[in-house]
């Protein structure tokens, strides 16, 4: 099902050139694509210097789209902007619902928000649930690469340490991926971290209660540790729509000794087809945005990324 799928399959982040809280300037690419995903639906076409609201285009004649399954009301969508009843406070934190954008106050326009990064040839929620910003998290768990000795593994050219993090193959692309998932209403991004995390790497929808509580212990000692925000932001993303977009917090949790982590079970549960620990270099074909978060990782823990040194500064 879309609601579940986080901002992983599609998403696109281009680090060049993006800002947000990483002083990043944003740009659309994969919100420009058509067909939308999952349909026959061709956006308008949006030349490069008109992305911007800021440039003025009175021609501008977007399609409106919203998916079949988004109108049929399940609880994870919003209703239709005119429905009786439904009048929602857009930039603050409305009920159960998380509103406000981790970019900024967004601007809303007859009654519908409009995505901060400019025009995307839609109107409409296409697939996305929530009007405005559809919050995701990500949640990147790491370890040092070991040998039978438990010495940690250099690589062999650039001597520095191999870092691993628990990666799934999903269902719908195929591709590996951070165990990411959409935030529920009411619940506190730490939250649906774990909650994802146990979902989609341990399979914890299949356990028992007694499986369940051994895993959660093992897990309080990971997730309450220190940990690193990797990024928080807008994602570009073909789903985004003009007046609906996803929004993604990436979290490193970092087992430093290995301890807590050689003992969890990986077991693939929910949109996972596989789960594995995966060494990681700049050779990972992660899809979307995923690869830059894990090389921001990288850079913070000094962990090898690169056999290619580039311009990097030699202290």
Same mark, same amino acid.
């Given at each position: 099902?879309? /609601?579940?799928? =986080?901002?992983?399959?599609?998403?696109?982040?281009?680090?060049?050139?993006?800002?947000?809280?990483?002083?990043?300037?944003?740009?659309?690419?994969?919100?420009?694509? =058509?067909?939308?995903?999952?349909?026959?639906?061709?956006?308008?076409?949006?030349?490069?210097?008109?992305?911007?609201?800021?440039?003025?285009?009175?021609? +501008?004649?977007?399609?409106?789209?919203?998916?079949?399954?988004?109108?049929?009301?399940? /609880?994870?969508?919003?209703?239709?902007?005119?429905?009786?009843?439904?009048?929602?406070?857009?930039?603050?934190?409305?009920?159960?619902?998380?509103?406000?954008?981790?970019?900024?106050?967004?601007?809303?326009?007859?009654?519908?928000?409009?995505?901060?990064?400019?025009?995307?040839?839609?109107?409409?929620?296409?697939?996305?649930?929530?009007?405005?910003?559809?919050?995701?998290?990500?949640?990147?768990?790491?370890?040092?690469?070991?040998?039978? =000795?438990?010495?940690?593994?250099?690589?062999?050219?650039?001597?520095?340490?191999?870092?691993?993090?628990?990666?799934?193959?999903?269902?719908?692309?195929?591709?590996?991926?951070?165990?990411?998932?959409?935030?529920?209403?009411?619940?506190?991004? /730490?939250?649906?971290?774990?909650?994802?995390?146990?979902?989609?790497?341990?399979? /914890?929808?299949?356990?028992?209660?007694?499986?369940?509580?051994?895993?959660?212990?093992?897990?309080?000692?990971?997730?309450?540790?220190?940990?690193?925000?990797?990024?928080?932001?807008?994602?570009?993303?073909?789903?985004?729509?003009?007046?609906?977009?996803?929004?993604?917090?990436?979290?490193? +949790?970092?087992?430093?000794?290995?301890?807590?982590?050689?003992?969890?079970?990986?077991?693939?549960?929910?949109?996972?087809?596989?789960?594995?620990?995966?060494?990681?270099?700049?050779?990972?074909?992660?899809?979307?945005?995923?690869?830059?978060?894990?090389?921001?990782?990288?850079?913070?823990?000094?962990?090898?990324?690169?056999?290619?040194?580039?311009?990097?500064?030699?202290?």
């Amino acid at each position: 099902s879309f /609601s579940n799928l =986080s901002a992983n399959c599609w998403s696109h982040l281009h680090p060049v050139n993006m800002l947000n809280s990483h002083n990043v300037k944003l740009y659309h690419s994969k919100a420009l694509t =058509s067909p939308y995903p999952g349909s026959h639906v061709e956006r308008s076409q949006v030349p490069a210097d008109k992305v911007g609201w800021l440039t003025e285009w009175k021609d +501008y004649n977007p399609v409106e789209y919203t998916a079949k399954s988004v109108l049929a009301g399940p /609880s994870w969508a919003d209703p239709q902007i005119n429905d009786k009843g439904f009048s929602p406070k857009f930039n603050e934190r409305d009920g159960e619902v998380e509103r406000k954008s981790l970019n900024g106050t967004y601007v809303v326009e007859n009654g519908r928000p409009r995505n901060p990064v400019g025009r995307t040839g839609l109107t409409g929620r296409g697939l996305l649930g929530r009007w405005g910003p559809n919050h995701a998290a990500d949640p990147v768990v790491t370890r040092w690469k070991r040998d039978g =000795s438990g010495n940690k593994v250099a690589h062999p050219l650039t001597g520095k340490n191999i870092l691993q993090f628990v990666a799934i193959k999903r269902r719908d692309c195929g591709e590996w991926a951070i165990p990411g998932g959409m935030v529920d209403p009411g619940e506190k991004i /730490s939250t649906t971290l774990k909650r994802e995390f146990e979902e989609e790497a341990l399979n /914890s929808l299949q356990k028992s209660p007694e499986e369940k509580a051994e895993l959660e212990k093992q897990l309080q000692k990971l997730f309450s540790q220190e940990h690193f925000v990797v990024y928080r932001g807008y994602v570009d993303d073909p789903r985004n729509t003009d007046n609906a977009w996803m929004e993604t917090e990436a979290v490193n +949790y970092h087992d430093e000794t290995g301890e807590t982590l050689d003992n969890l079970p990986l077991e693939a549960g929910d949109d996972a087809g596989m789960v594995k620990w995966v060494d990681i270099s700049e050779k990972l074909k992660l899809y979307a945005s995923h690869s830059y978060f894990i090389k921001l990782v990288t850079e913070k823990r000094r962990a090898h990324w690169s056999e290619d040194p580039g311009p990097e500064c030699h202290e």
